[in-house]
C-alpha cells in the first residue's frame, strides 16, 4: 500500500483494523508490521502445505477448505498409508470423490492435480517416508498441518504413544529440514489437560519427561505396559488425552526452533455450514451416542443435564486452523537477528464454545430426541426416547429395565425364528463405548480461549465471513437438528426421501408397544390377582384409594370455585 491508512481499534477492541479493510497484525511481543498484511487466500497462493491424517474425518475438511476457499494454494502432499488392501493413491482418490468434496469440484473440476499424496506410515522410523519424498519435501513445504494421531480411547499405551508422540517427534525432524517451512500446525485436544478444571492457552508440564517414558516403554513387553498403564496415566481417563499431553510437550521442544501453533479442538461434531451443514462422516464422540438413541437403541446414558456439552462444529475448528497457519506463517520469525526478538512460544488456541456459548447435555438430549422423531432413522429398533442420568444407581436400573430385558426378548424371538441372536451382543459394545465417553459428559471444564478471539480480530472483514470461527453465531437448536439429520445422510447413508416410511415404522412400534404393556397388564391380572385373595384384596385397596383421592380433589375444586 501506498498510503498511510488511518487506524481505528476493531470491534472487538483486541486488534487494530486500518480503515482499508486490511488489519494491521499487532502481535503478541507488540511488534506492528509497516504494512497492511495478505489475506489468508492472499498467503496461501503459491505455497506448499504438507498434510497428516488427511484421510481423516478433520483433515478431509481441511483439505476441501483449501482447495475451495484458497484456490491458489500451490499444492497440498498429504502423508497417507496403503490401507485395507487399498493403495495410498487409491485411497485418496477415492476421498476426492466423496461428497464432501462436491462443492470443491463445481469450482474447480481439476482439483486433484494439486493433490500429491505421499506414502508414509508414521508408526515406522522415519515416517517411512522414502529418501527422494523426504528431499522434495524439505525443498518446497512452507506450511505443515499434523492431524493424524488415534483418538480411540482404548488404546494400548505402546501403540498411542508410537503414533501421537513419537510420530509427532519425527514430523517436527522433518519439519526442522525444510528450508521454506512457515507455520508447523499441530492439532492437540482441549481435553489434553483434563485433570484440570481450568486450562488456560498454556502448555503444561508434561505428566512424565516423554523421553524418559519413550525409552522405559521400548524394552517392556505389552503385558507389562498393559499392567502399568492406570498407574501411569494417573488422574486422565485415557491413554488417548494422556499422550496428547506428551506430544504438546514434545512440539515445545522444538518452539525455538520453528514457527509453532497447537489448536485444541473440544468435541469435533458435525459441520455448522459448510461445504454443506451437518456434514459428519463417523460415530466418534457424541455421533455414535446420538445415532444409537435416534436408532431408539439406546435409552439411558450417564451424563450430567447441567454441565457445559463443549461441542464445536468441524468447519469452524478447520477455519481457525487454516486462520492459525495464515498468523503464525506471517508473524514467523524470517531472520536470525528476529529469532531473538520475537517470542518464542508456540500460540495455543483453545477452540472451545462453552465459555462464550454455552449449551448444555440437559438441552442437546432434548434437541437431539425432538430432532429424531420429526426426522425418523430407517428401521429403528424402538421409538426413540433416551434420558440422561447423573444418578448411577438409575442409569443402572434403566439399562436392565430398557436395554437388557428388551435385547432378551429380540434375541429369543430371534432364536425362535432361527436366527442368531445379536441384540446382547450390540448392547455389550455400546454400553463399553458409552462408558468410555461418560466422563467426559459427566463434568464440565472452564477453558479460557482468549487467543481464539484475538485472532478472529486480526482477519479482514472478508476473512471473518469466508473462515468463520465466531463461536457466538451458533444457533445450538438449528446445529443439532442438522447434525442428527448429518448422521441420517452421511453416516448411515439414509435417503431423506424415506422419511414417511420411518415414520410409519415409528407408528408400527408404537402400537406394538401398545399391545405389549396391554398383554403384559393382563398376564399380571390373570397370573397374580386373579388367582390370589391377598392380590386381590390389596388391588381393591389401592383403585379405592385411587378414586378417593379423586373424589376428594373434585370437592375441593368445586369448593374453591
Ligand atoms: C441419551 C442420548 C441423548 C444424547 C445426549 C447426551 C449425549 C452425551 C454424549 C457424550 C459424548 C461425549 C463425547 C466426549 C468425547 C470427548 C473426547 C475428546 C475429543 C477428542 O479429542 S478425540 C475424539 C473422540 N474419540 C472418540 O470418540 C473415539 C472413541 N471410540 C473408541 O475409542 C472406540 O471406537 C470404541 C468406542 C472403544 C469401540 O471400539 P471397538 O469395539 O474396537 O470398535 P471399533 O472402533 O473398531 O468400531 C467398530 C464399528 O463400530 C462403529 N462404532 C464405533 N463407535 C460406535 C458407537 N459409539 N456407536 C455405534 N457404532 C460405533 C465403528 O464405526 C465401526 O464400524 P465399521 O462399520 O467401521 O466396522
Ligand atoms: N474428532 C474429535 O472430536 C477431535 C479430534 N482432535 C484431534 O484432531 C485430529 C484429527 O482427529 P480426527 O480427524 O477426528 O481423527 P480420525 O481418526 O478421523 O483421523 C485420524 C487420521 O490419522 C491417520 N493415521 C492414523 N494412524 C496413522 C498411521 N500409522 N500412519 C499414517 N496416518 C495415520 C488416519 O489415517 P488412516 O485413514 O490411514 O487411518 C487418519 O487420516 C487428531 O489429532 C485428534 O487428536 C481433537 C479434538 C477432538
Request: aromatic share 10%; with cysteine; net charge negative.
Given at each position: 500500500m501506498s498510503t498511510e491508512p488511518s487506524v481505528e481499534r476493531d470491534l472487538d477492541g483486541l486488534g487494530e483494523q486500518a480503515t482499508d479493510g486490511h488489519t494491521r497484525l499487532t502481535d503478541i511481543s507488540g511488534v506492528t508490521e509497516g504494512r497492511s498484511m495478505a489475506s489468508i487466500p492472499e498467503y496461501y497462493a503459491g505455497k506448499n502445505v504438507l498434510i497428516t491424517g488427511a484421510t481423516g474425518f478433520m483433515g478431509k475438511v481441511l483439505v476441501e477448505k483449501l482447495l475451495r476457499a484458497?484456490?491458489?494454494?500451490r499444492a497440498l502432499y498429504l502423508l497417507v498409508r496403503p490401507k485395507a488392501g487399498q493403495s495410498m493413491e487409491q485411497r485418496v482418490s477415492d476421498m476426492m470423490t466423496c461428497k464432501l468434496f462436491d462443492r470443491v469440484r463445481e469450482v474447480?473440476?481439476?482439483?486433484?492435480?494439486k493433490i500429491i499424496p505421499i506414502s508414509s506410515e508414521l508408526t515406522q522410523p522415519g515416517l517411512a517416508i522414502s529418501p527422494e519424498d523426504v528431499e522434495k519435501l524439505s525443498a518446497c513445504i512452507n506450511v505443515v498441518f499434523h492431524c493424524a494421531?488415534?483418538?480411540?480411547?482404548?488404546?494400548?499405551l505402546k501403540h498411542a504413544l508410537q503414533l501421537n508422540v513419537i510420530a509427532t517427534q519425527q514430523l517436527l525432524s522433518l519439519a526442522k529440514q525444510?528450508?521454506?517451512?512457515e507455520a508447523f500446525v499441530h492439532i492437540s485436544t482441549a481435553?489434553?489437560?483434563?485433570?484440570?478444571k481450568h486450562i488456560d492457552e498454556v502448555i503444561y508440564?508434561?505428566?512424565?519427561?516423554p523421553k524418559k517414558l519413550i525409552d522405559s516403554l521400548e524394552w517392556m513387553d505389552d503385558s507389562i505396559v498393559r499392567d502399568i498403564t492406570p498407574r501411569l496415566i494417573g488422574?486422565?481417563?485415557?491413554?488417548y488425552t494422556y499422550t496428547k499431553a506428551l506430544a504438546e510437550c514434545v512440539v515445545q521442544q522444538e518452539q525455538d526452533k520453528l514457527n509453532i501453533a497447537i489448536i485444541r479442538p473440544s468435541i469435533v461434531g458435525a459441520?455448522?455450514?459448510?461445504?454443506?451443514?451437518g456434514w459428519i462422516d463417523n460415530f466418534n464422540g457424541p455421533s455414535g451416542v446420538f445415532i444409537a438413541a435416534g436408532k431408539g437403541i439406546l435409552r439411558t446414558m450417564r451424563a450430567?443435564?447441567?454441565?457445559?456439552?463443549?461441542l464445536v462444529p468441524v468447519d469452524m475448528v478447520i477455519n481457525l486452523t487454516l486462520a492459525a497457519g495464515w498468523y503464525t506463517a506471517v508473524h514467523r520469525r524470517k531472520t536470525e537477528k528476529q529469532k531473538d526478538e520475537r517470542p518464542k512460544s508456540a500460540l495455543v488456541y483453545n477452540c472451545t464454545t462453552g465459555g462464550i456459548n454455552p449449551f448444555h447435555w440437559g438441552q442437546i438430549e432434548h434437541h437431539v430426541m425432538s430432532s429424531f422423531k420429526r426426522n425418523p432413522l430407517e428401521?429403528?429398533?424402538?421409538?426413540p426416547n433416551a434420558n440422561i442420568t447423573s444418578n448411577y444407581l438409575m442409569n443402572q436400573y434403566w439399562i436392565l429395565v430398557s436395554h437388557k430385558f428388551p435385547a432378551l426378548i429380540y434375541d429369543f424371538v430371534l432364536r425362535l425364528s432361527g436366527q442368531k441372536p445379536q441384540m446382547m451382543r450390540i448392547f455389550n459394545r455400546l454400553h463399553k463405548a458409552i462408558g468410555l465417553l461418560e466422563y467426559f459428559s459427566s463434568q464440565d471444564w472452564e477453558w479460557n480461549s482468549e487467543n481464539m478471539s484475538m485472532l478472529m480480530s486480526q482477519l479482514t472483514p472478508e476473512d471473518r465471513r469466508t473462515?468463520?470461527?465466531?463461536?457466538?453465531?451458533?444457533?445450538w437448536p438449528e446445529y443439532i437438528e442438522n447434525y442428527c439429520i448429518g448422521t441420517k445422510k452421511y453416516?448411515?447413508?439414509?435417503?431423506?426421501?424415506?422419511i414417511p416410511a420411518a415414520r410409519q415404522h415409528l407408528r408400527k412400534l408404537r402400537n406394538i408397544r401398545y399391545t405389549f404393556n396391554t398383554l403384559l397388564v393382563v398376564f399380571i391380572w390373570r397370573v397374580f390377582i386373579a388367582r390370589s385373595q391377598m392380590a386381590r384384596n390389596i388391588w381393591y385397596f389401592v383403585v379405592s384409594l385411587c378414586f378417593k383421592f379423586l373424589s376428594y380433589f373434585r370437592a375441593s375444586s368445586t369448593i374453591t370455585k
Open positions: 484458497c484456490p491458489e494454494v474447480n473440476p481439476d482439483f486433484h492435480l494421531a488415534t483418538i480411540r480411547f482404548d488404546e494400548p525444510m528450508q521454506h517451512l481435553y489434553a489437560n483434563c485433570n484440570r508440564p508434561p505428566p512424565v519427561e488422574d486422565r481417563p485415557n491413554t459441520s455448522w455450514q459448510e461445504p454443506v451443514p450430567n443435564n447441567d454441565a457445559v456439552a463443549d428401521q429403528a429398533f424402538r421409538r473462515f468463520n470461527f465466531d463461536v457466538r453465531q451458533l444457533n453416516v448411515l447413508n439414509e435417503d431423506m426421501s424415506d
